[in-house]
């Protein structure tokens, strides 16, 4: 079945961490309102499975001391990226060949693209939902392309920084394959309009990167 409207309502949470005084008065003002004065119990996610980081987690304590509740059961509180995976024994949805992710789900992505500026962790967190995905390669490269064709040019380089880790961490190949006749305009475009040298210097380092791995074919890169 396709994933409800309800499911995927809503983008990934921003969680930029808070100067360590901040955190401090936000951990006592958290303690102070329990009932009774009870200390803030130490958060975890619930989720099986979860892939976080201690790191990330400790970040996410500081703005959400209880996690998030889950989409699909309110009573696990969970993580920023768990909280939008699917329940059943930690697994994807299967989903048959011939349906497509639905557009409640294209459009909660496309919340997510337009936040990835902000923060490392939320290229990171998009890459994950991209991979864990990856039967709909196709679909998700195309709007990831499209949404690069039409972001400002100071959110180029962090669209080259997605499609890095895409690239990088998928195990199925099946991004290399679609992204394959698509990313050069990308990364043309990226390289073009660069804000600064570094971000110049960094569209390169990733095309060597891909050069070296072999990820795409040394035509297509040498003509970028």
Same mark, same amino acid.
């Given at each position: 079945?396709?994933?409800?409207?309800? $499911?995927?309502?809503?983008?990934?949470?921003?969680?930029?961490?808070?100067?360590?005084? #901040?955190?401090?008065?936000?951990?006592?003002? !958290?303690?102070?309102? =329990?009932?009774?004065?009870?200390?803030?119990?130490?958060? @975890? #996610?619930? *989720?099986?499975? #979860? !892939?976080?980081?201690?790191?990330? %987690?400790?970040?996410?304590? &500081? =703005?959400?001391?209880?996690? *998030?509740?889950?989409?699909?059961?309110?009573?696990?509180?969970?993580?920023?990226?768990? =909280?939008?995976?699917?329940?059943?024994?930690?697994?994807?949805?299967?989903?048959?060949?011939?349906?497509?992710?639905?557009?409640? $789900?294209? @459009?909660? %992505?496309?919340?997510?693209?337009?936040?990835?500026?902000?923060?490392?962790?939320?290229?990171? @967190?998009?890459?994950?939902? $991209?991979?864990?995905?990856?039967?709909?390669?196709?679909?998700?490269? +195309?709007?990831?392309?499209?949404?690069?064709?039409? #972001? *400002?040019?100071?959110? +180029?380089?962090?669209?080259?920084?997605?499609?890095?880790?895409?690239?990088?961490?998928?195990?199925?190949?099946?991004?290399? &394959?679609?992204? @394959?006749?698509?990313?050069?305009?990308?990364?043309?475009? &990226? *390289?073009?309009?660069?804000?600064?040298?570094?971000?110049?210097?960094?569209?390169?380092?990733?095309?060597?990167?891909?050069?070296?791995? =072999?990820? $795409?074919?040394?035509?297509?890169?040498?003509?970028?």
């Amino acid at each position: 079945k396709a994933h409800s409207a309800e $499911f995927w309502r809503g983008a990934v949470s921003r969680v930029p961490a808070a100067p360590p005084a #901040c955190r401090a008065d936000a951990s006592d003002s !958290r303690a102070q309102a =329990r009932a009774g004065g009870e200390p803030w119990a130490m958060w @975890a #996610c619930q *989720f099986p499975g #979860c !892939r976080s980081s201690p790191d990330q %987690i400790a970040v996410l304590r &500081t =703005r959400r001391p209880d996690g *998030f509740p889950h989409d699909e059961d309110t009573n696990l509180r969970v993580c920023t990226v768990c =909280r939008r995976l699917p329940l059943r024994g930690g697994q994807a949805l299967e989903l048959a060949p011939e349906e497509s992710l639905d557009d409640a $789900f294209l @459009a909660g %992505i496309k919340e997510e693209l337009a936040s990835i500026e902000e923060s490392e962790k939320n290229i990171q @967190a998009l890459s994950q939902v $991209f991979r864990y995905y990856a039967r709909h390669a196709k679909q998700l490269s +195309l709007l990831l392309v499209d949404w690069a064709k039409q #972001c *400002f040019p100071w959110e +180029l380089i962090h669209a080259m920084h997605l499609v890095d880790d895409i690239l990088l961490m998928d195990n199925t190949g099946r991004y290399k &394959t679609e992204l @394959a006749d698509r990313v050069q305009p990308v990364a043309v475009n &990226t *390289f073009k309009k660069a804000q600064s040298e570094q971000e110049k210097r960094e569209v390169v380092r990733m095309l060597h990167a891909w050069q070296e791995l =072999r990820i $795409f074919d040394p035509a297509m890169l040498d003509a970028v």
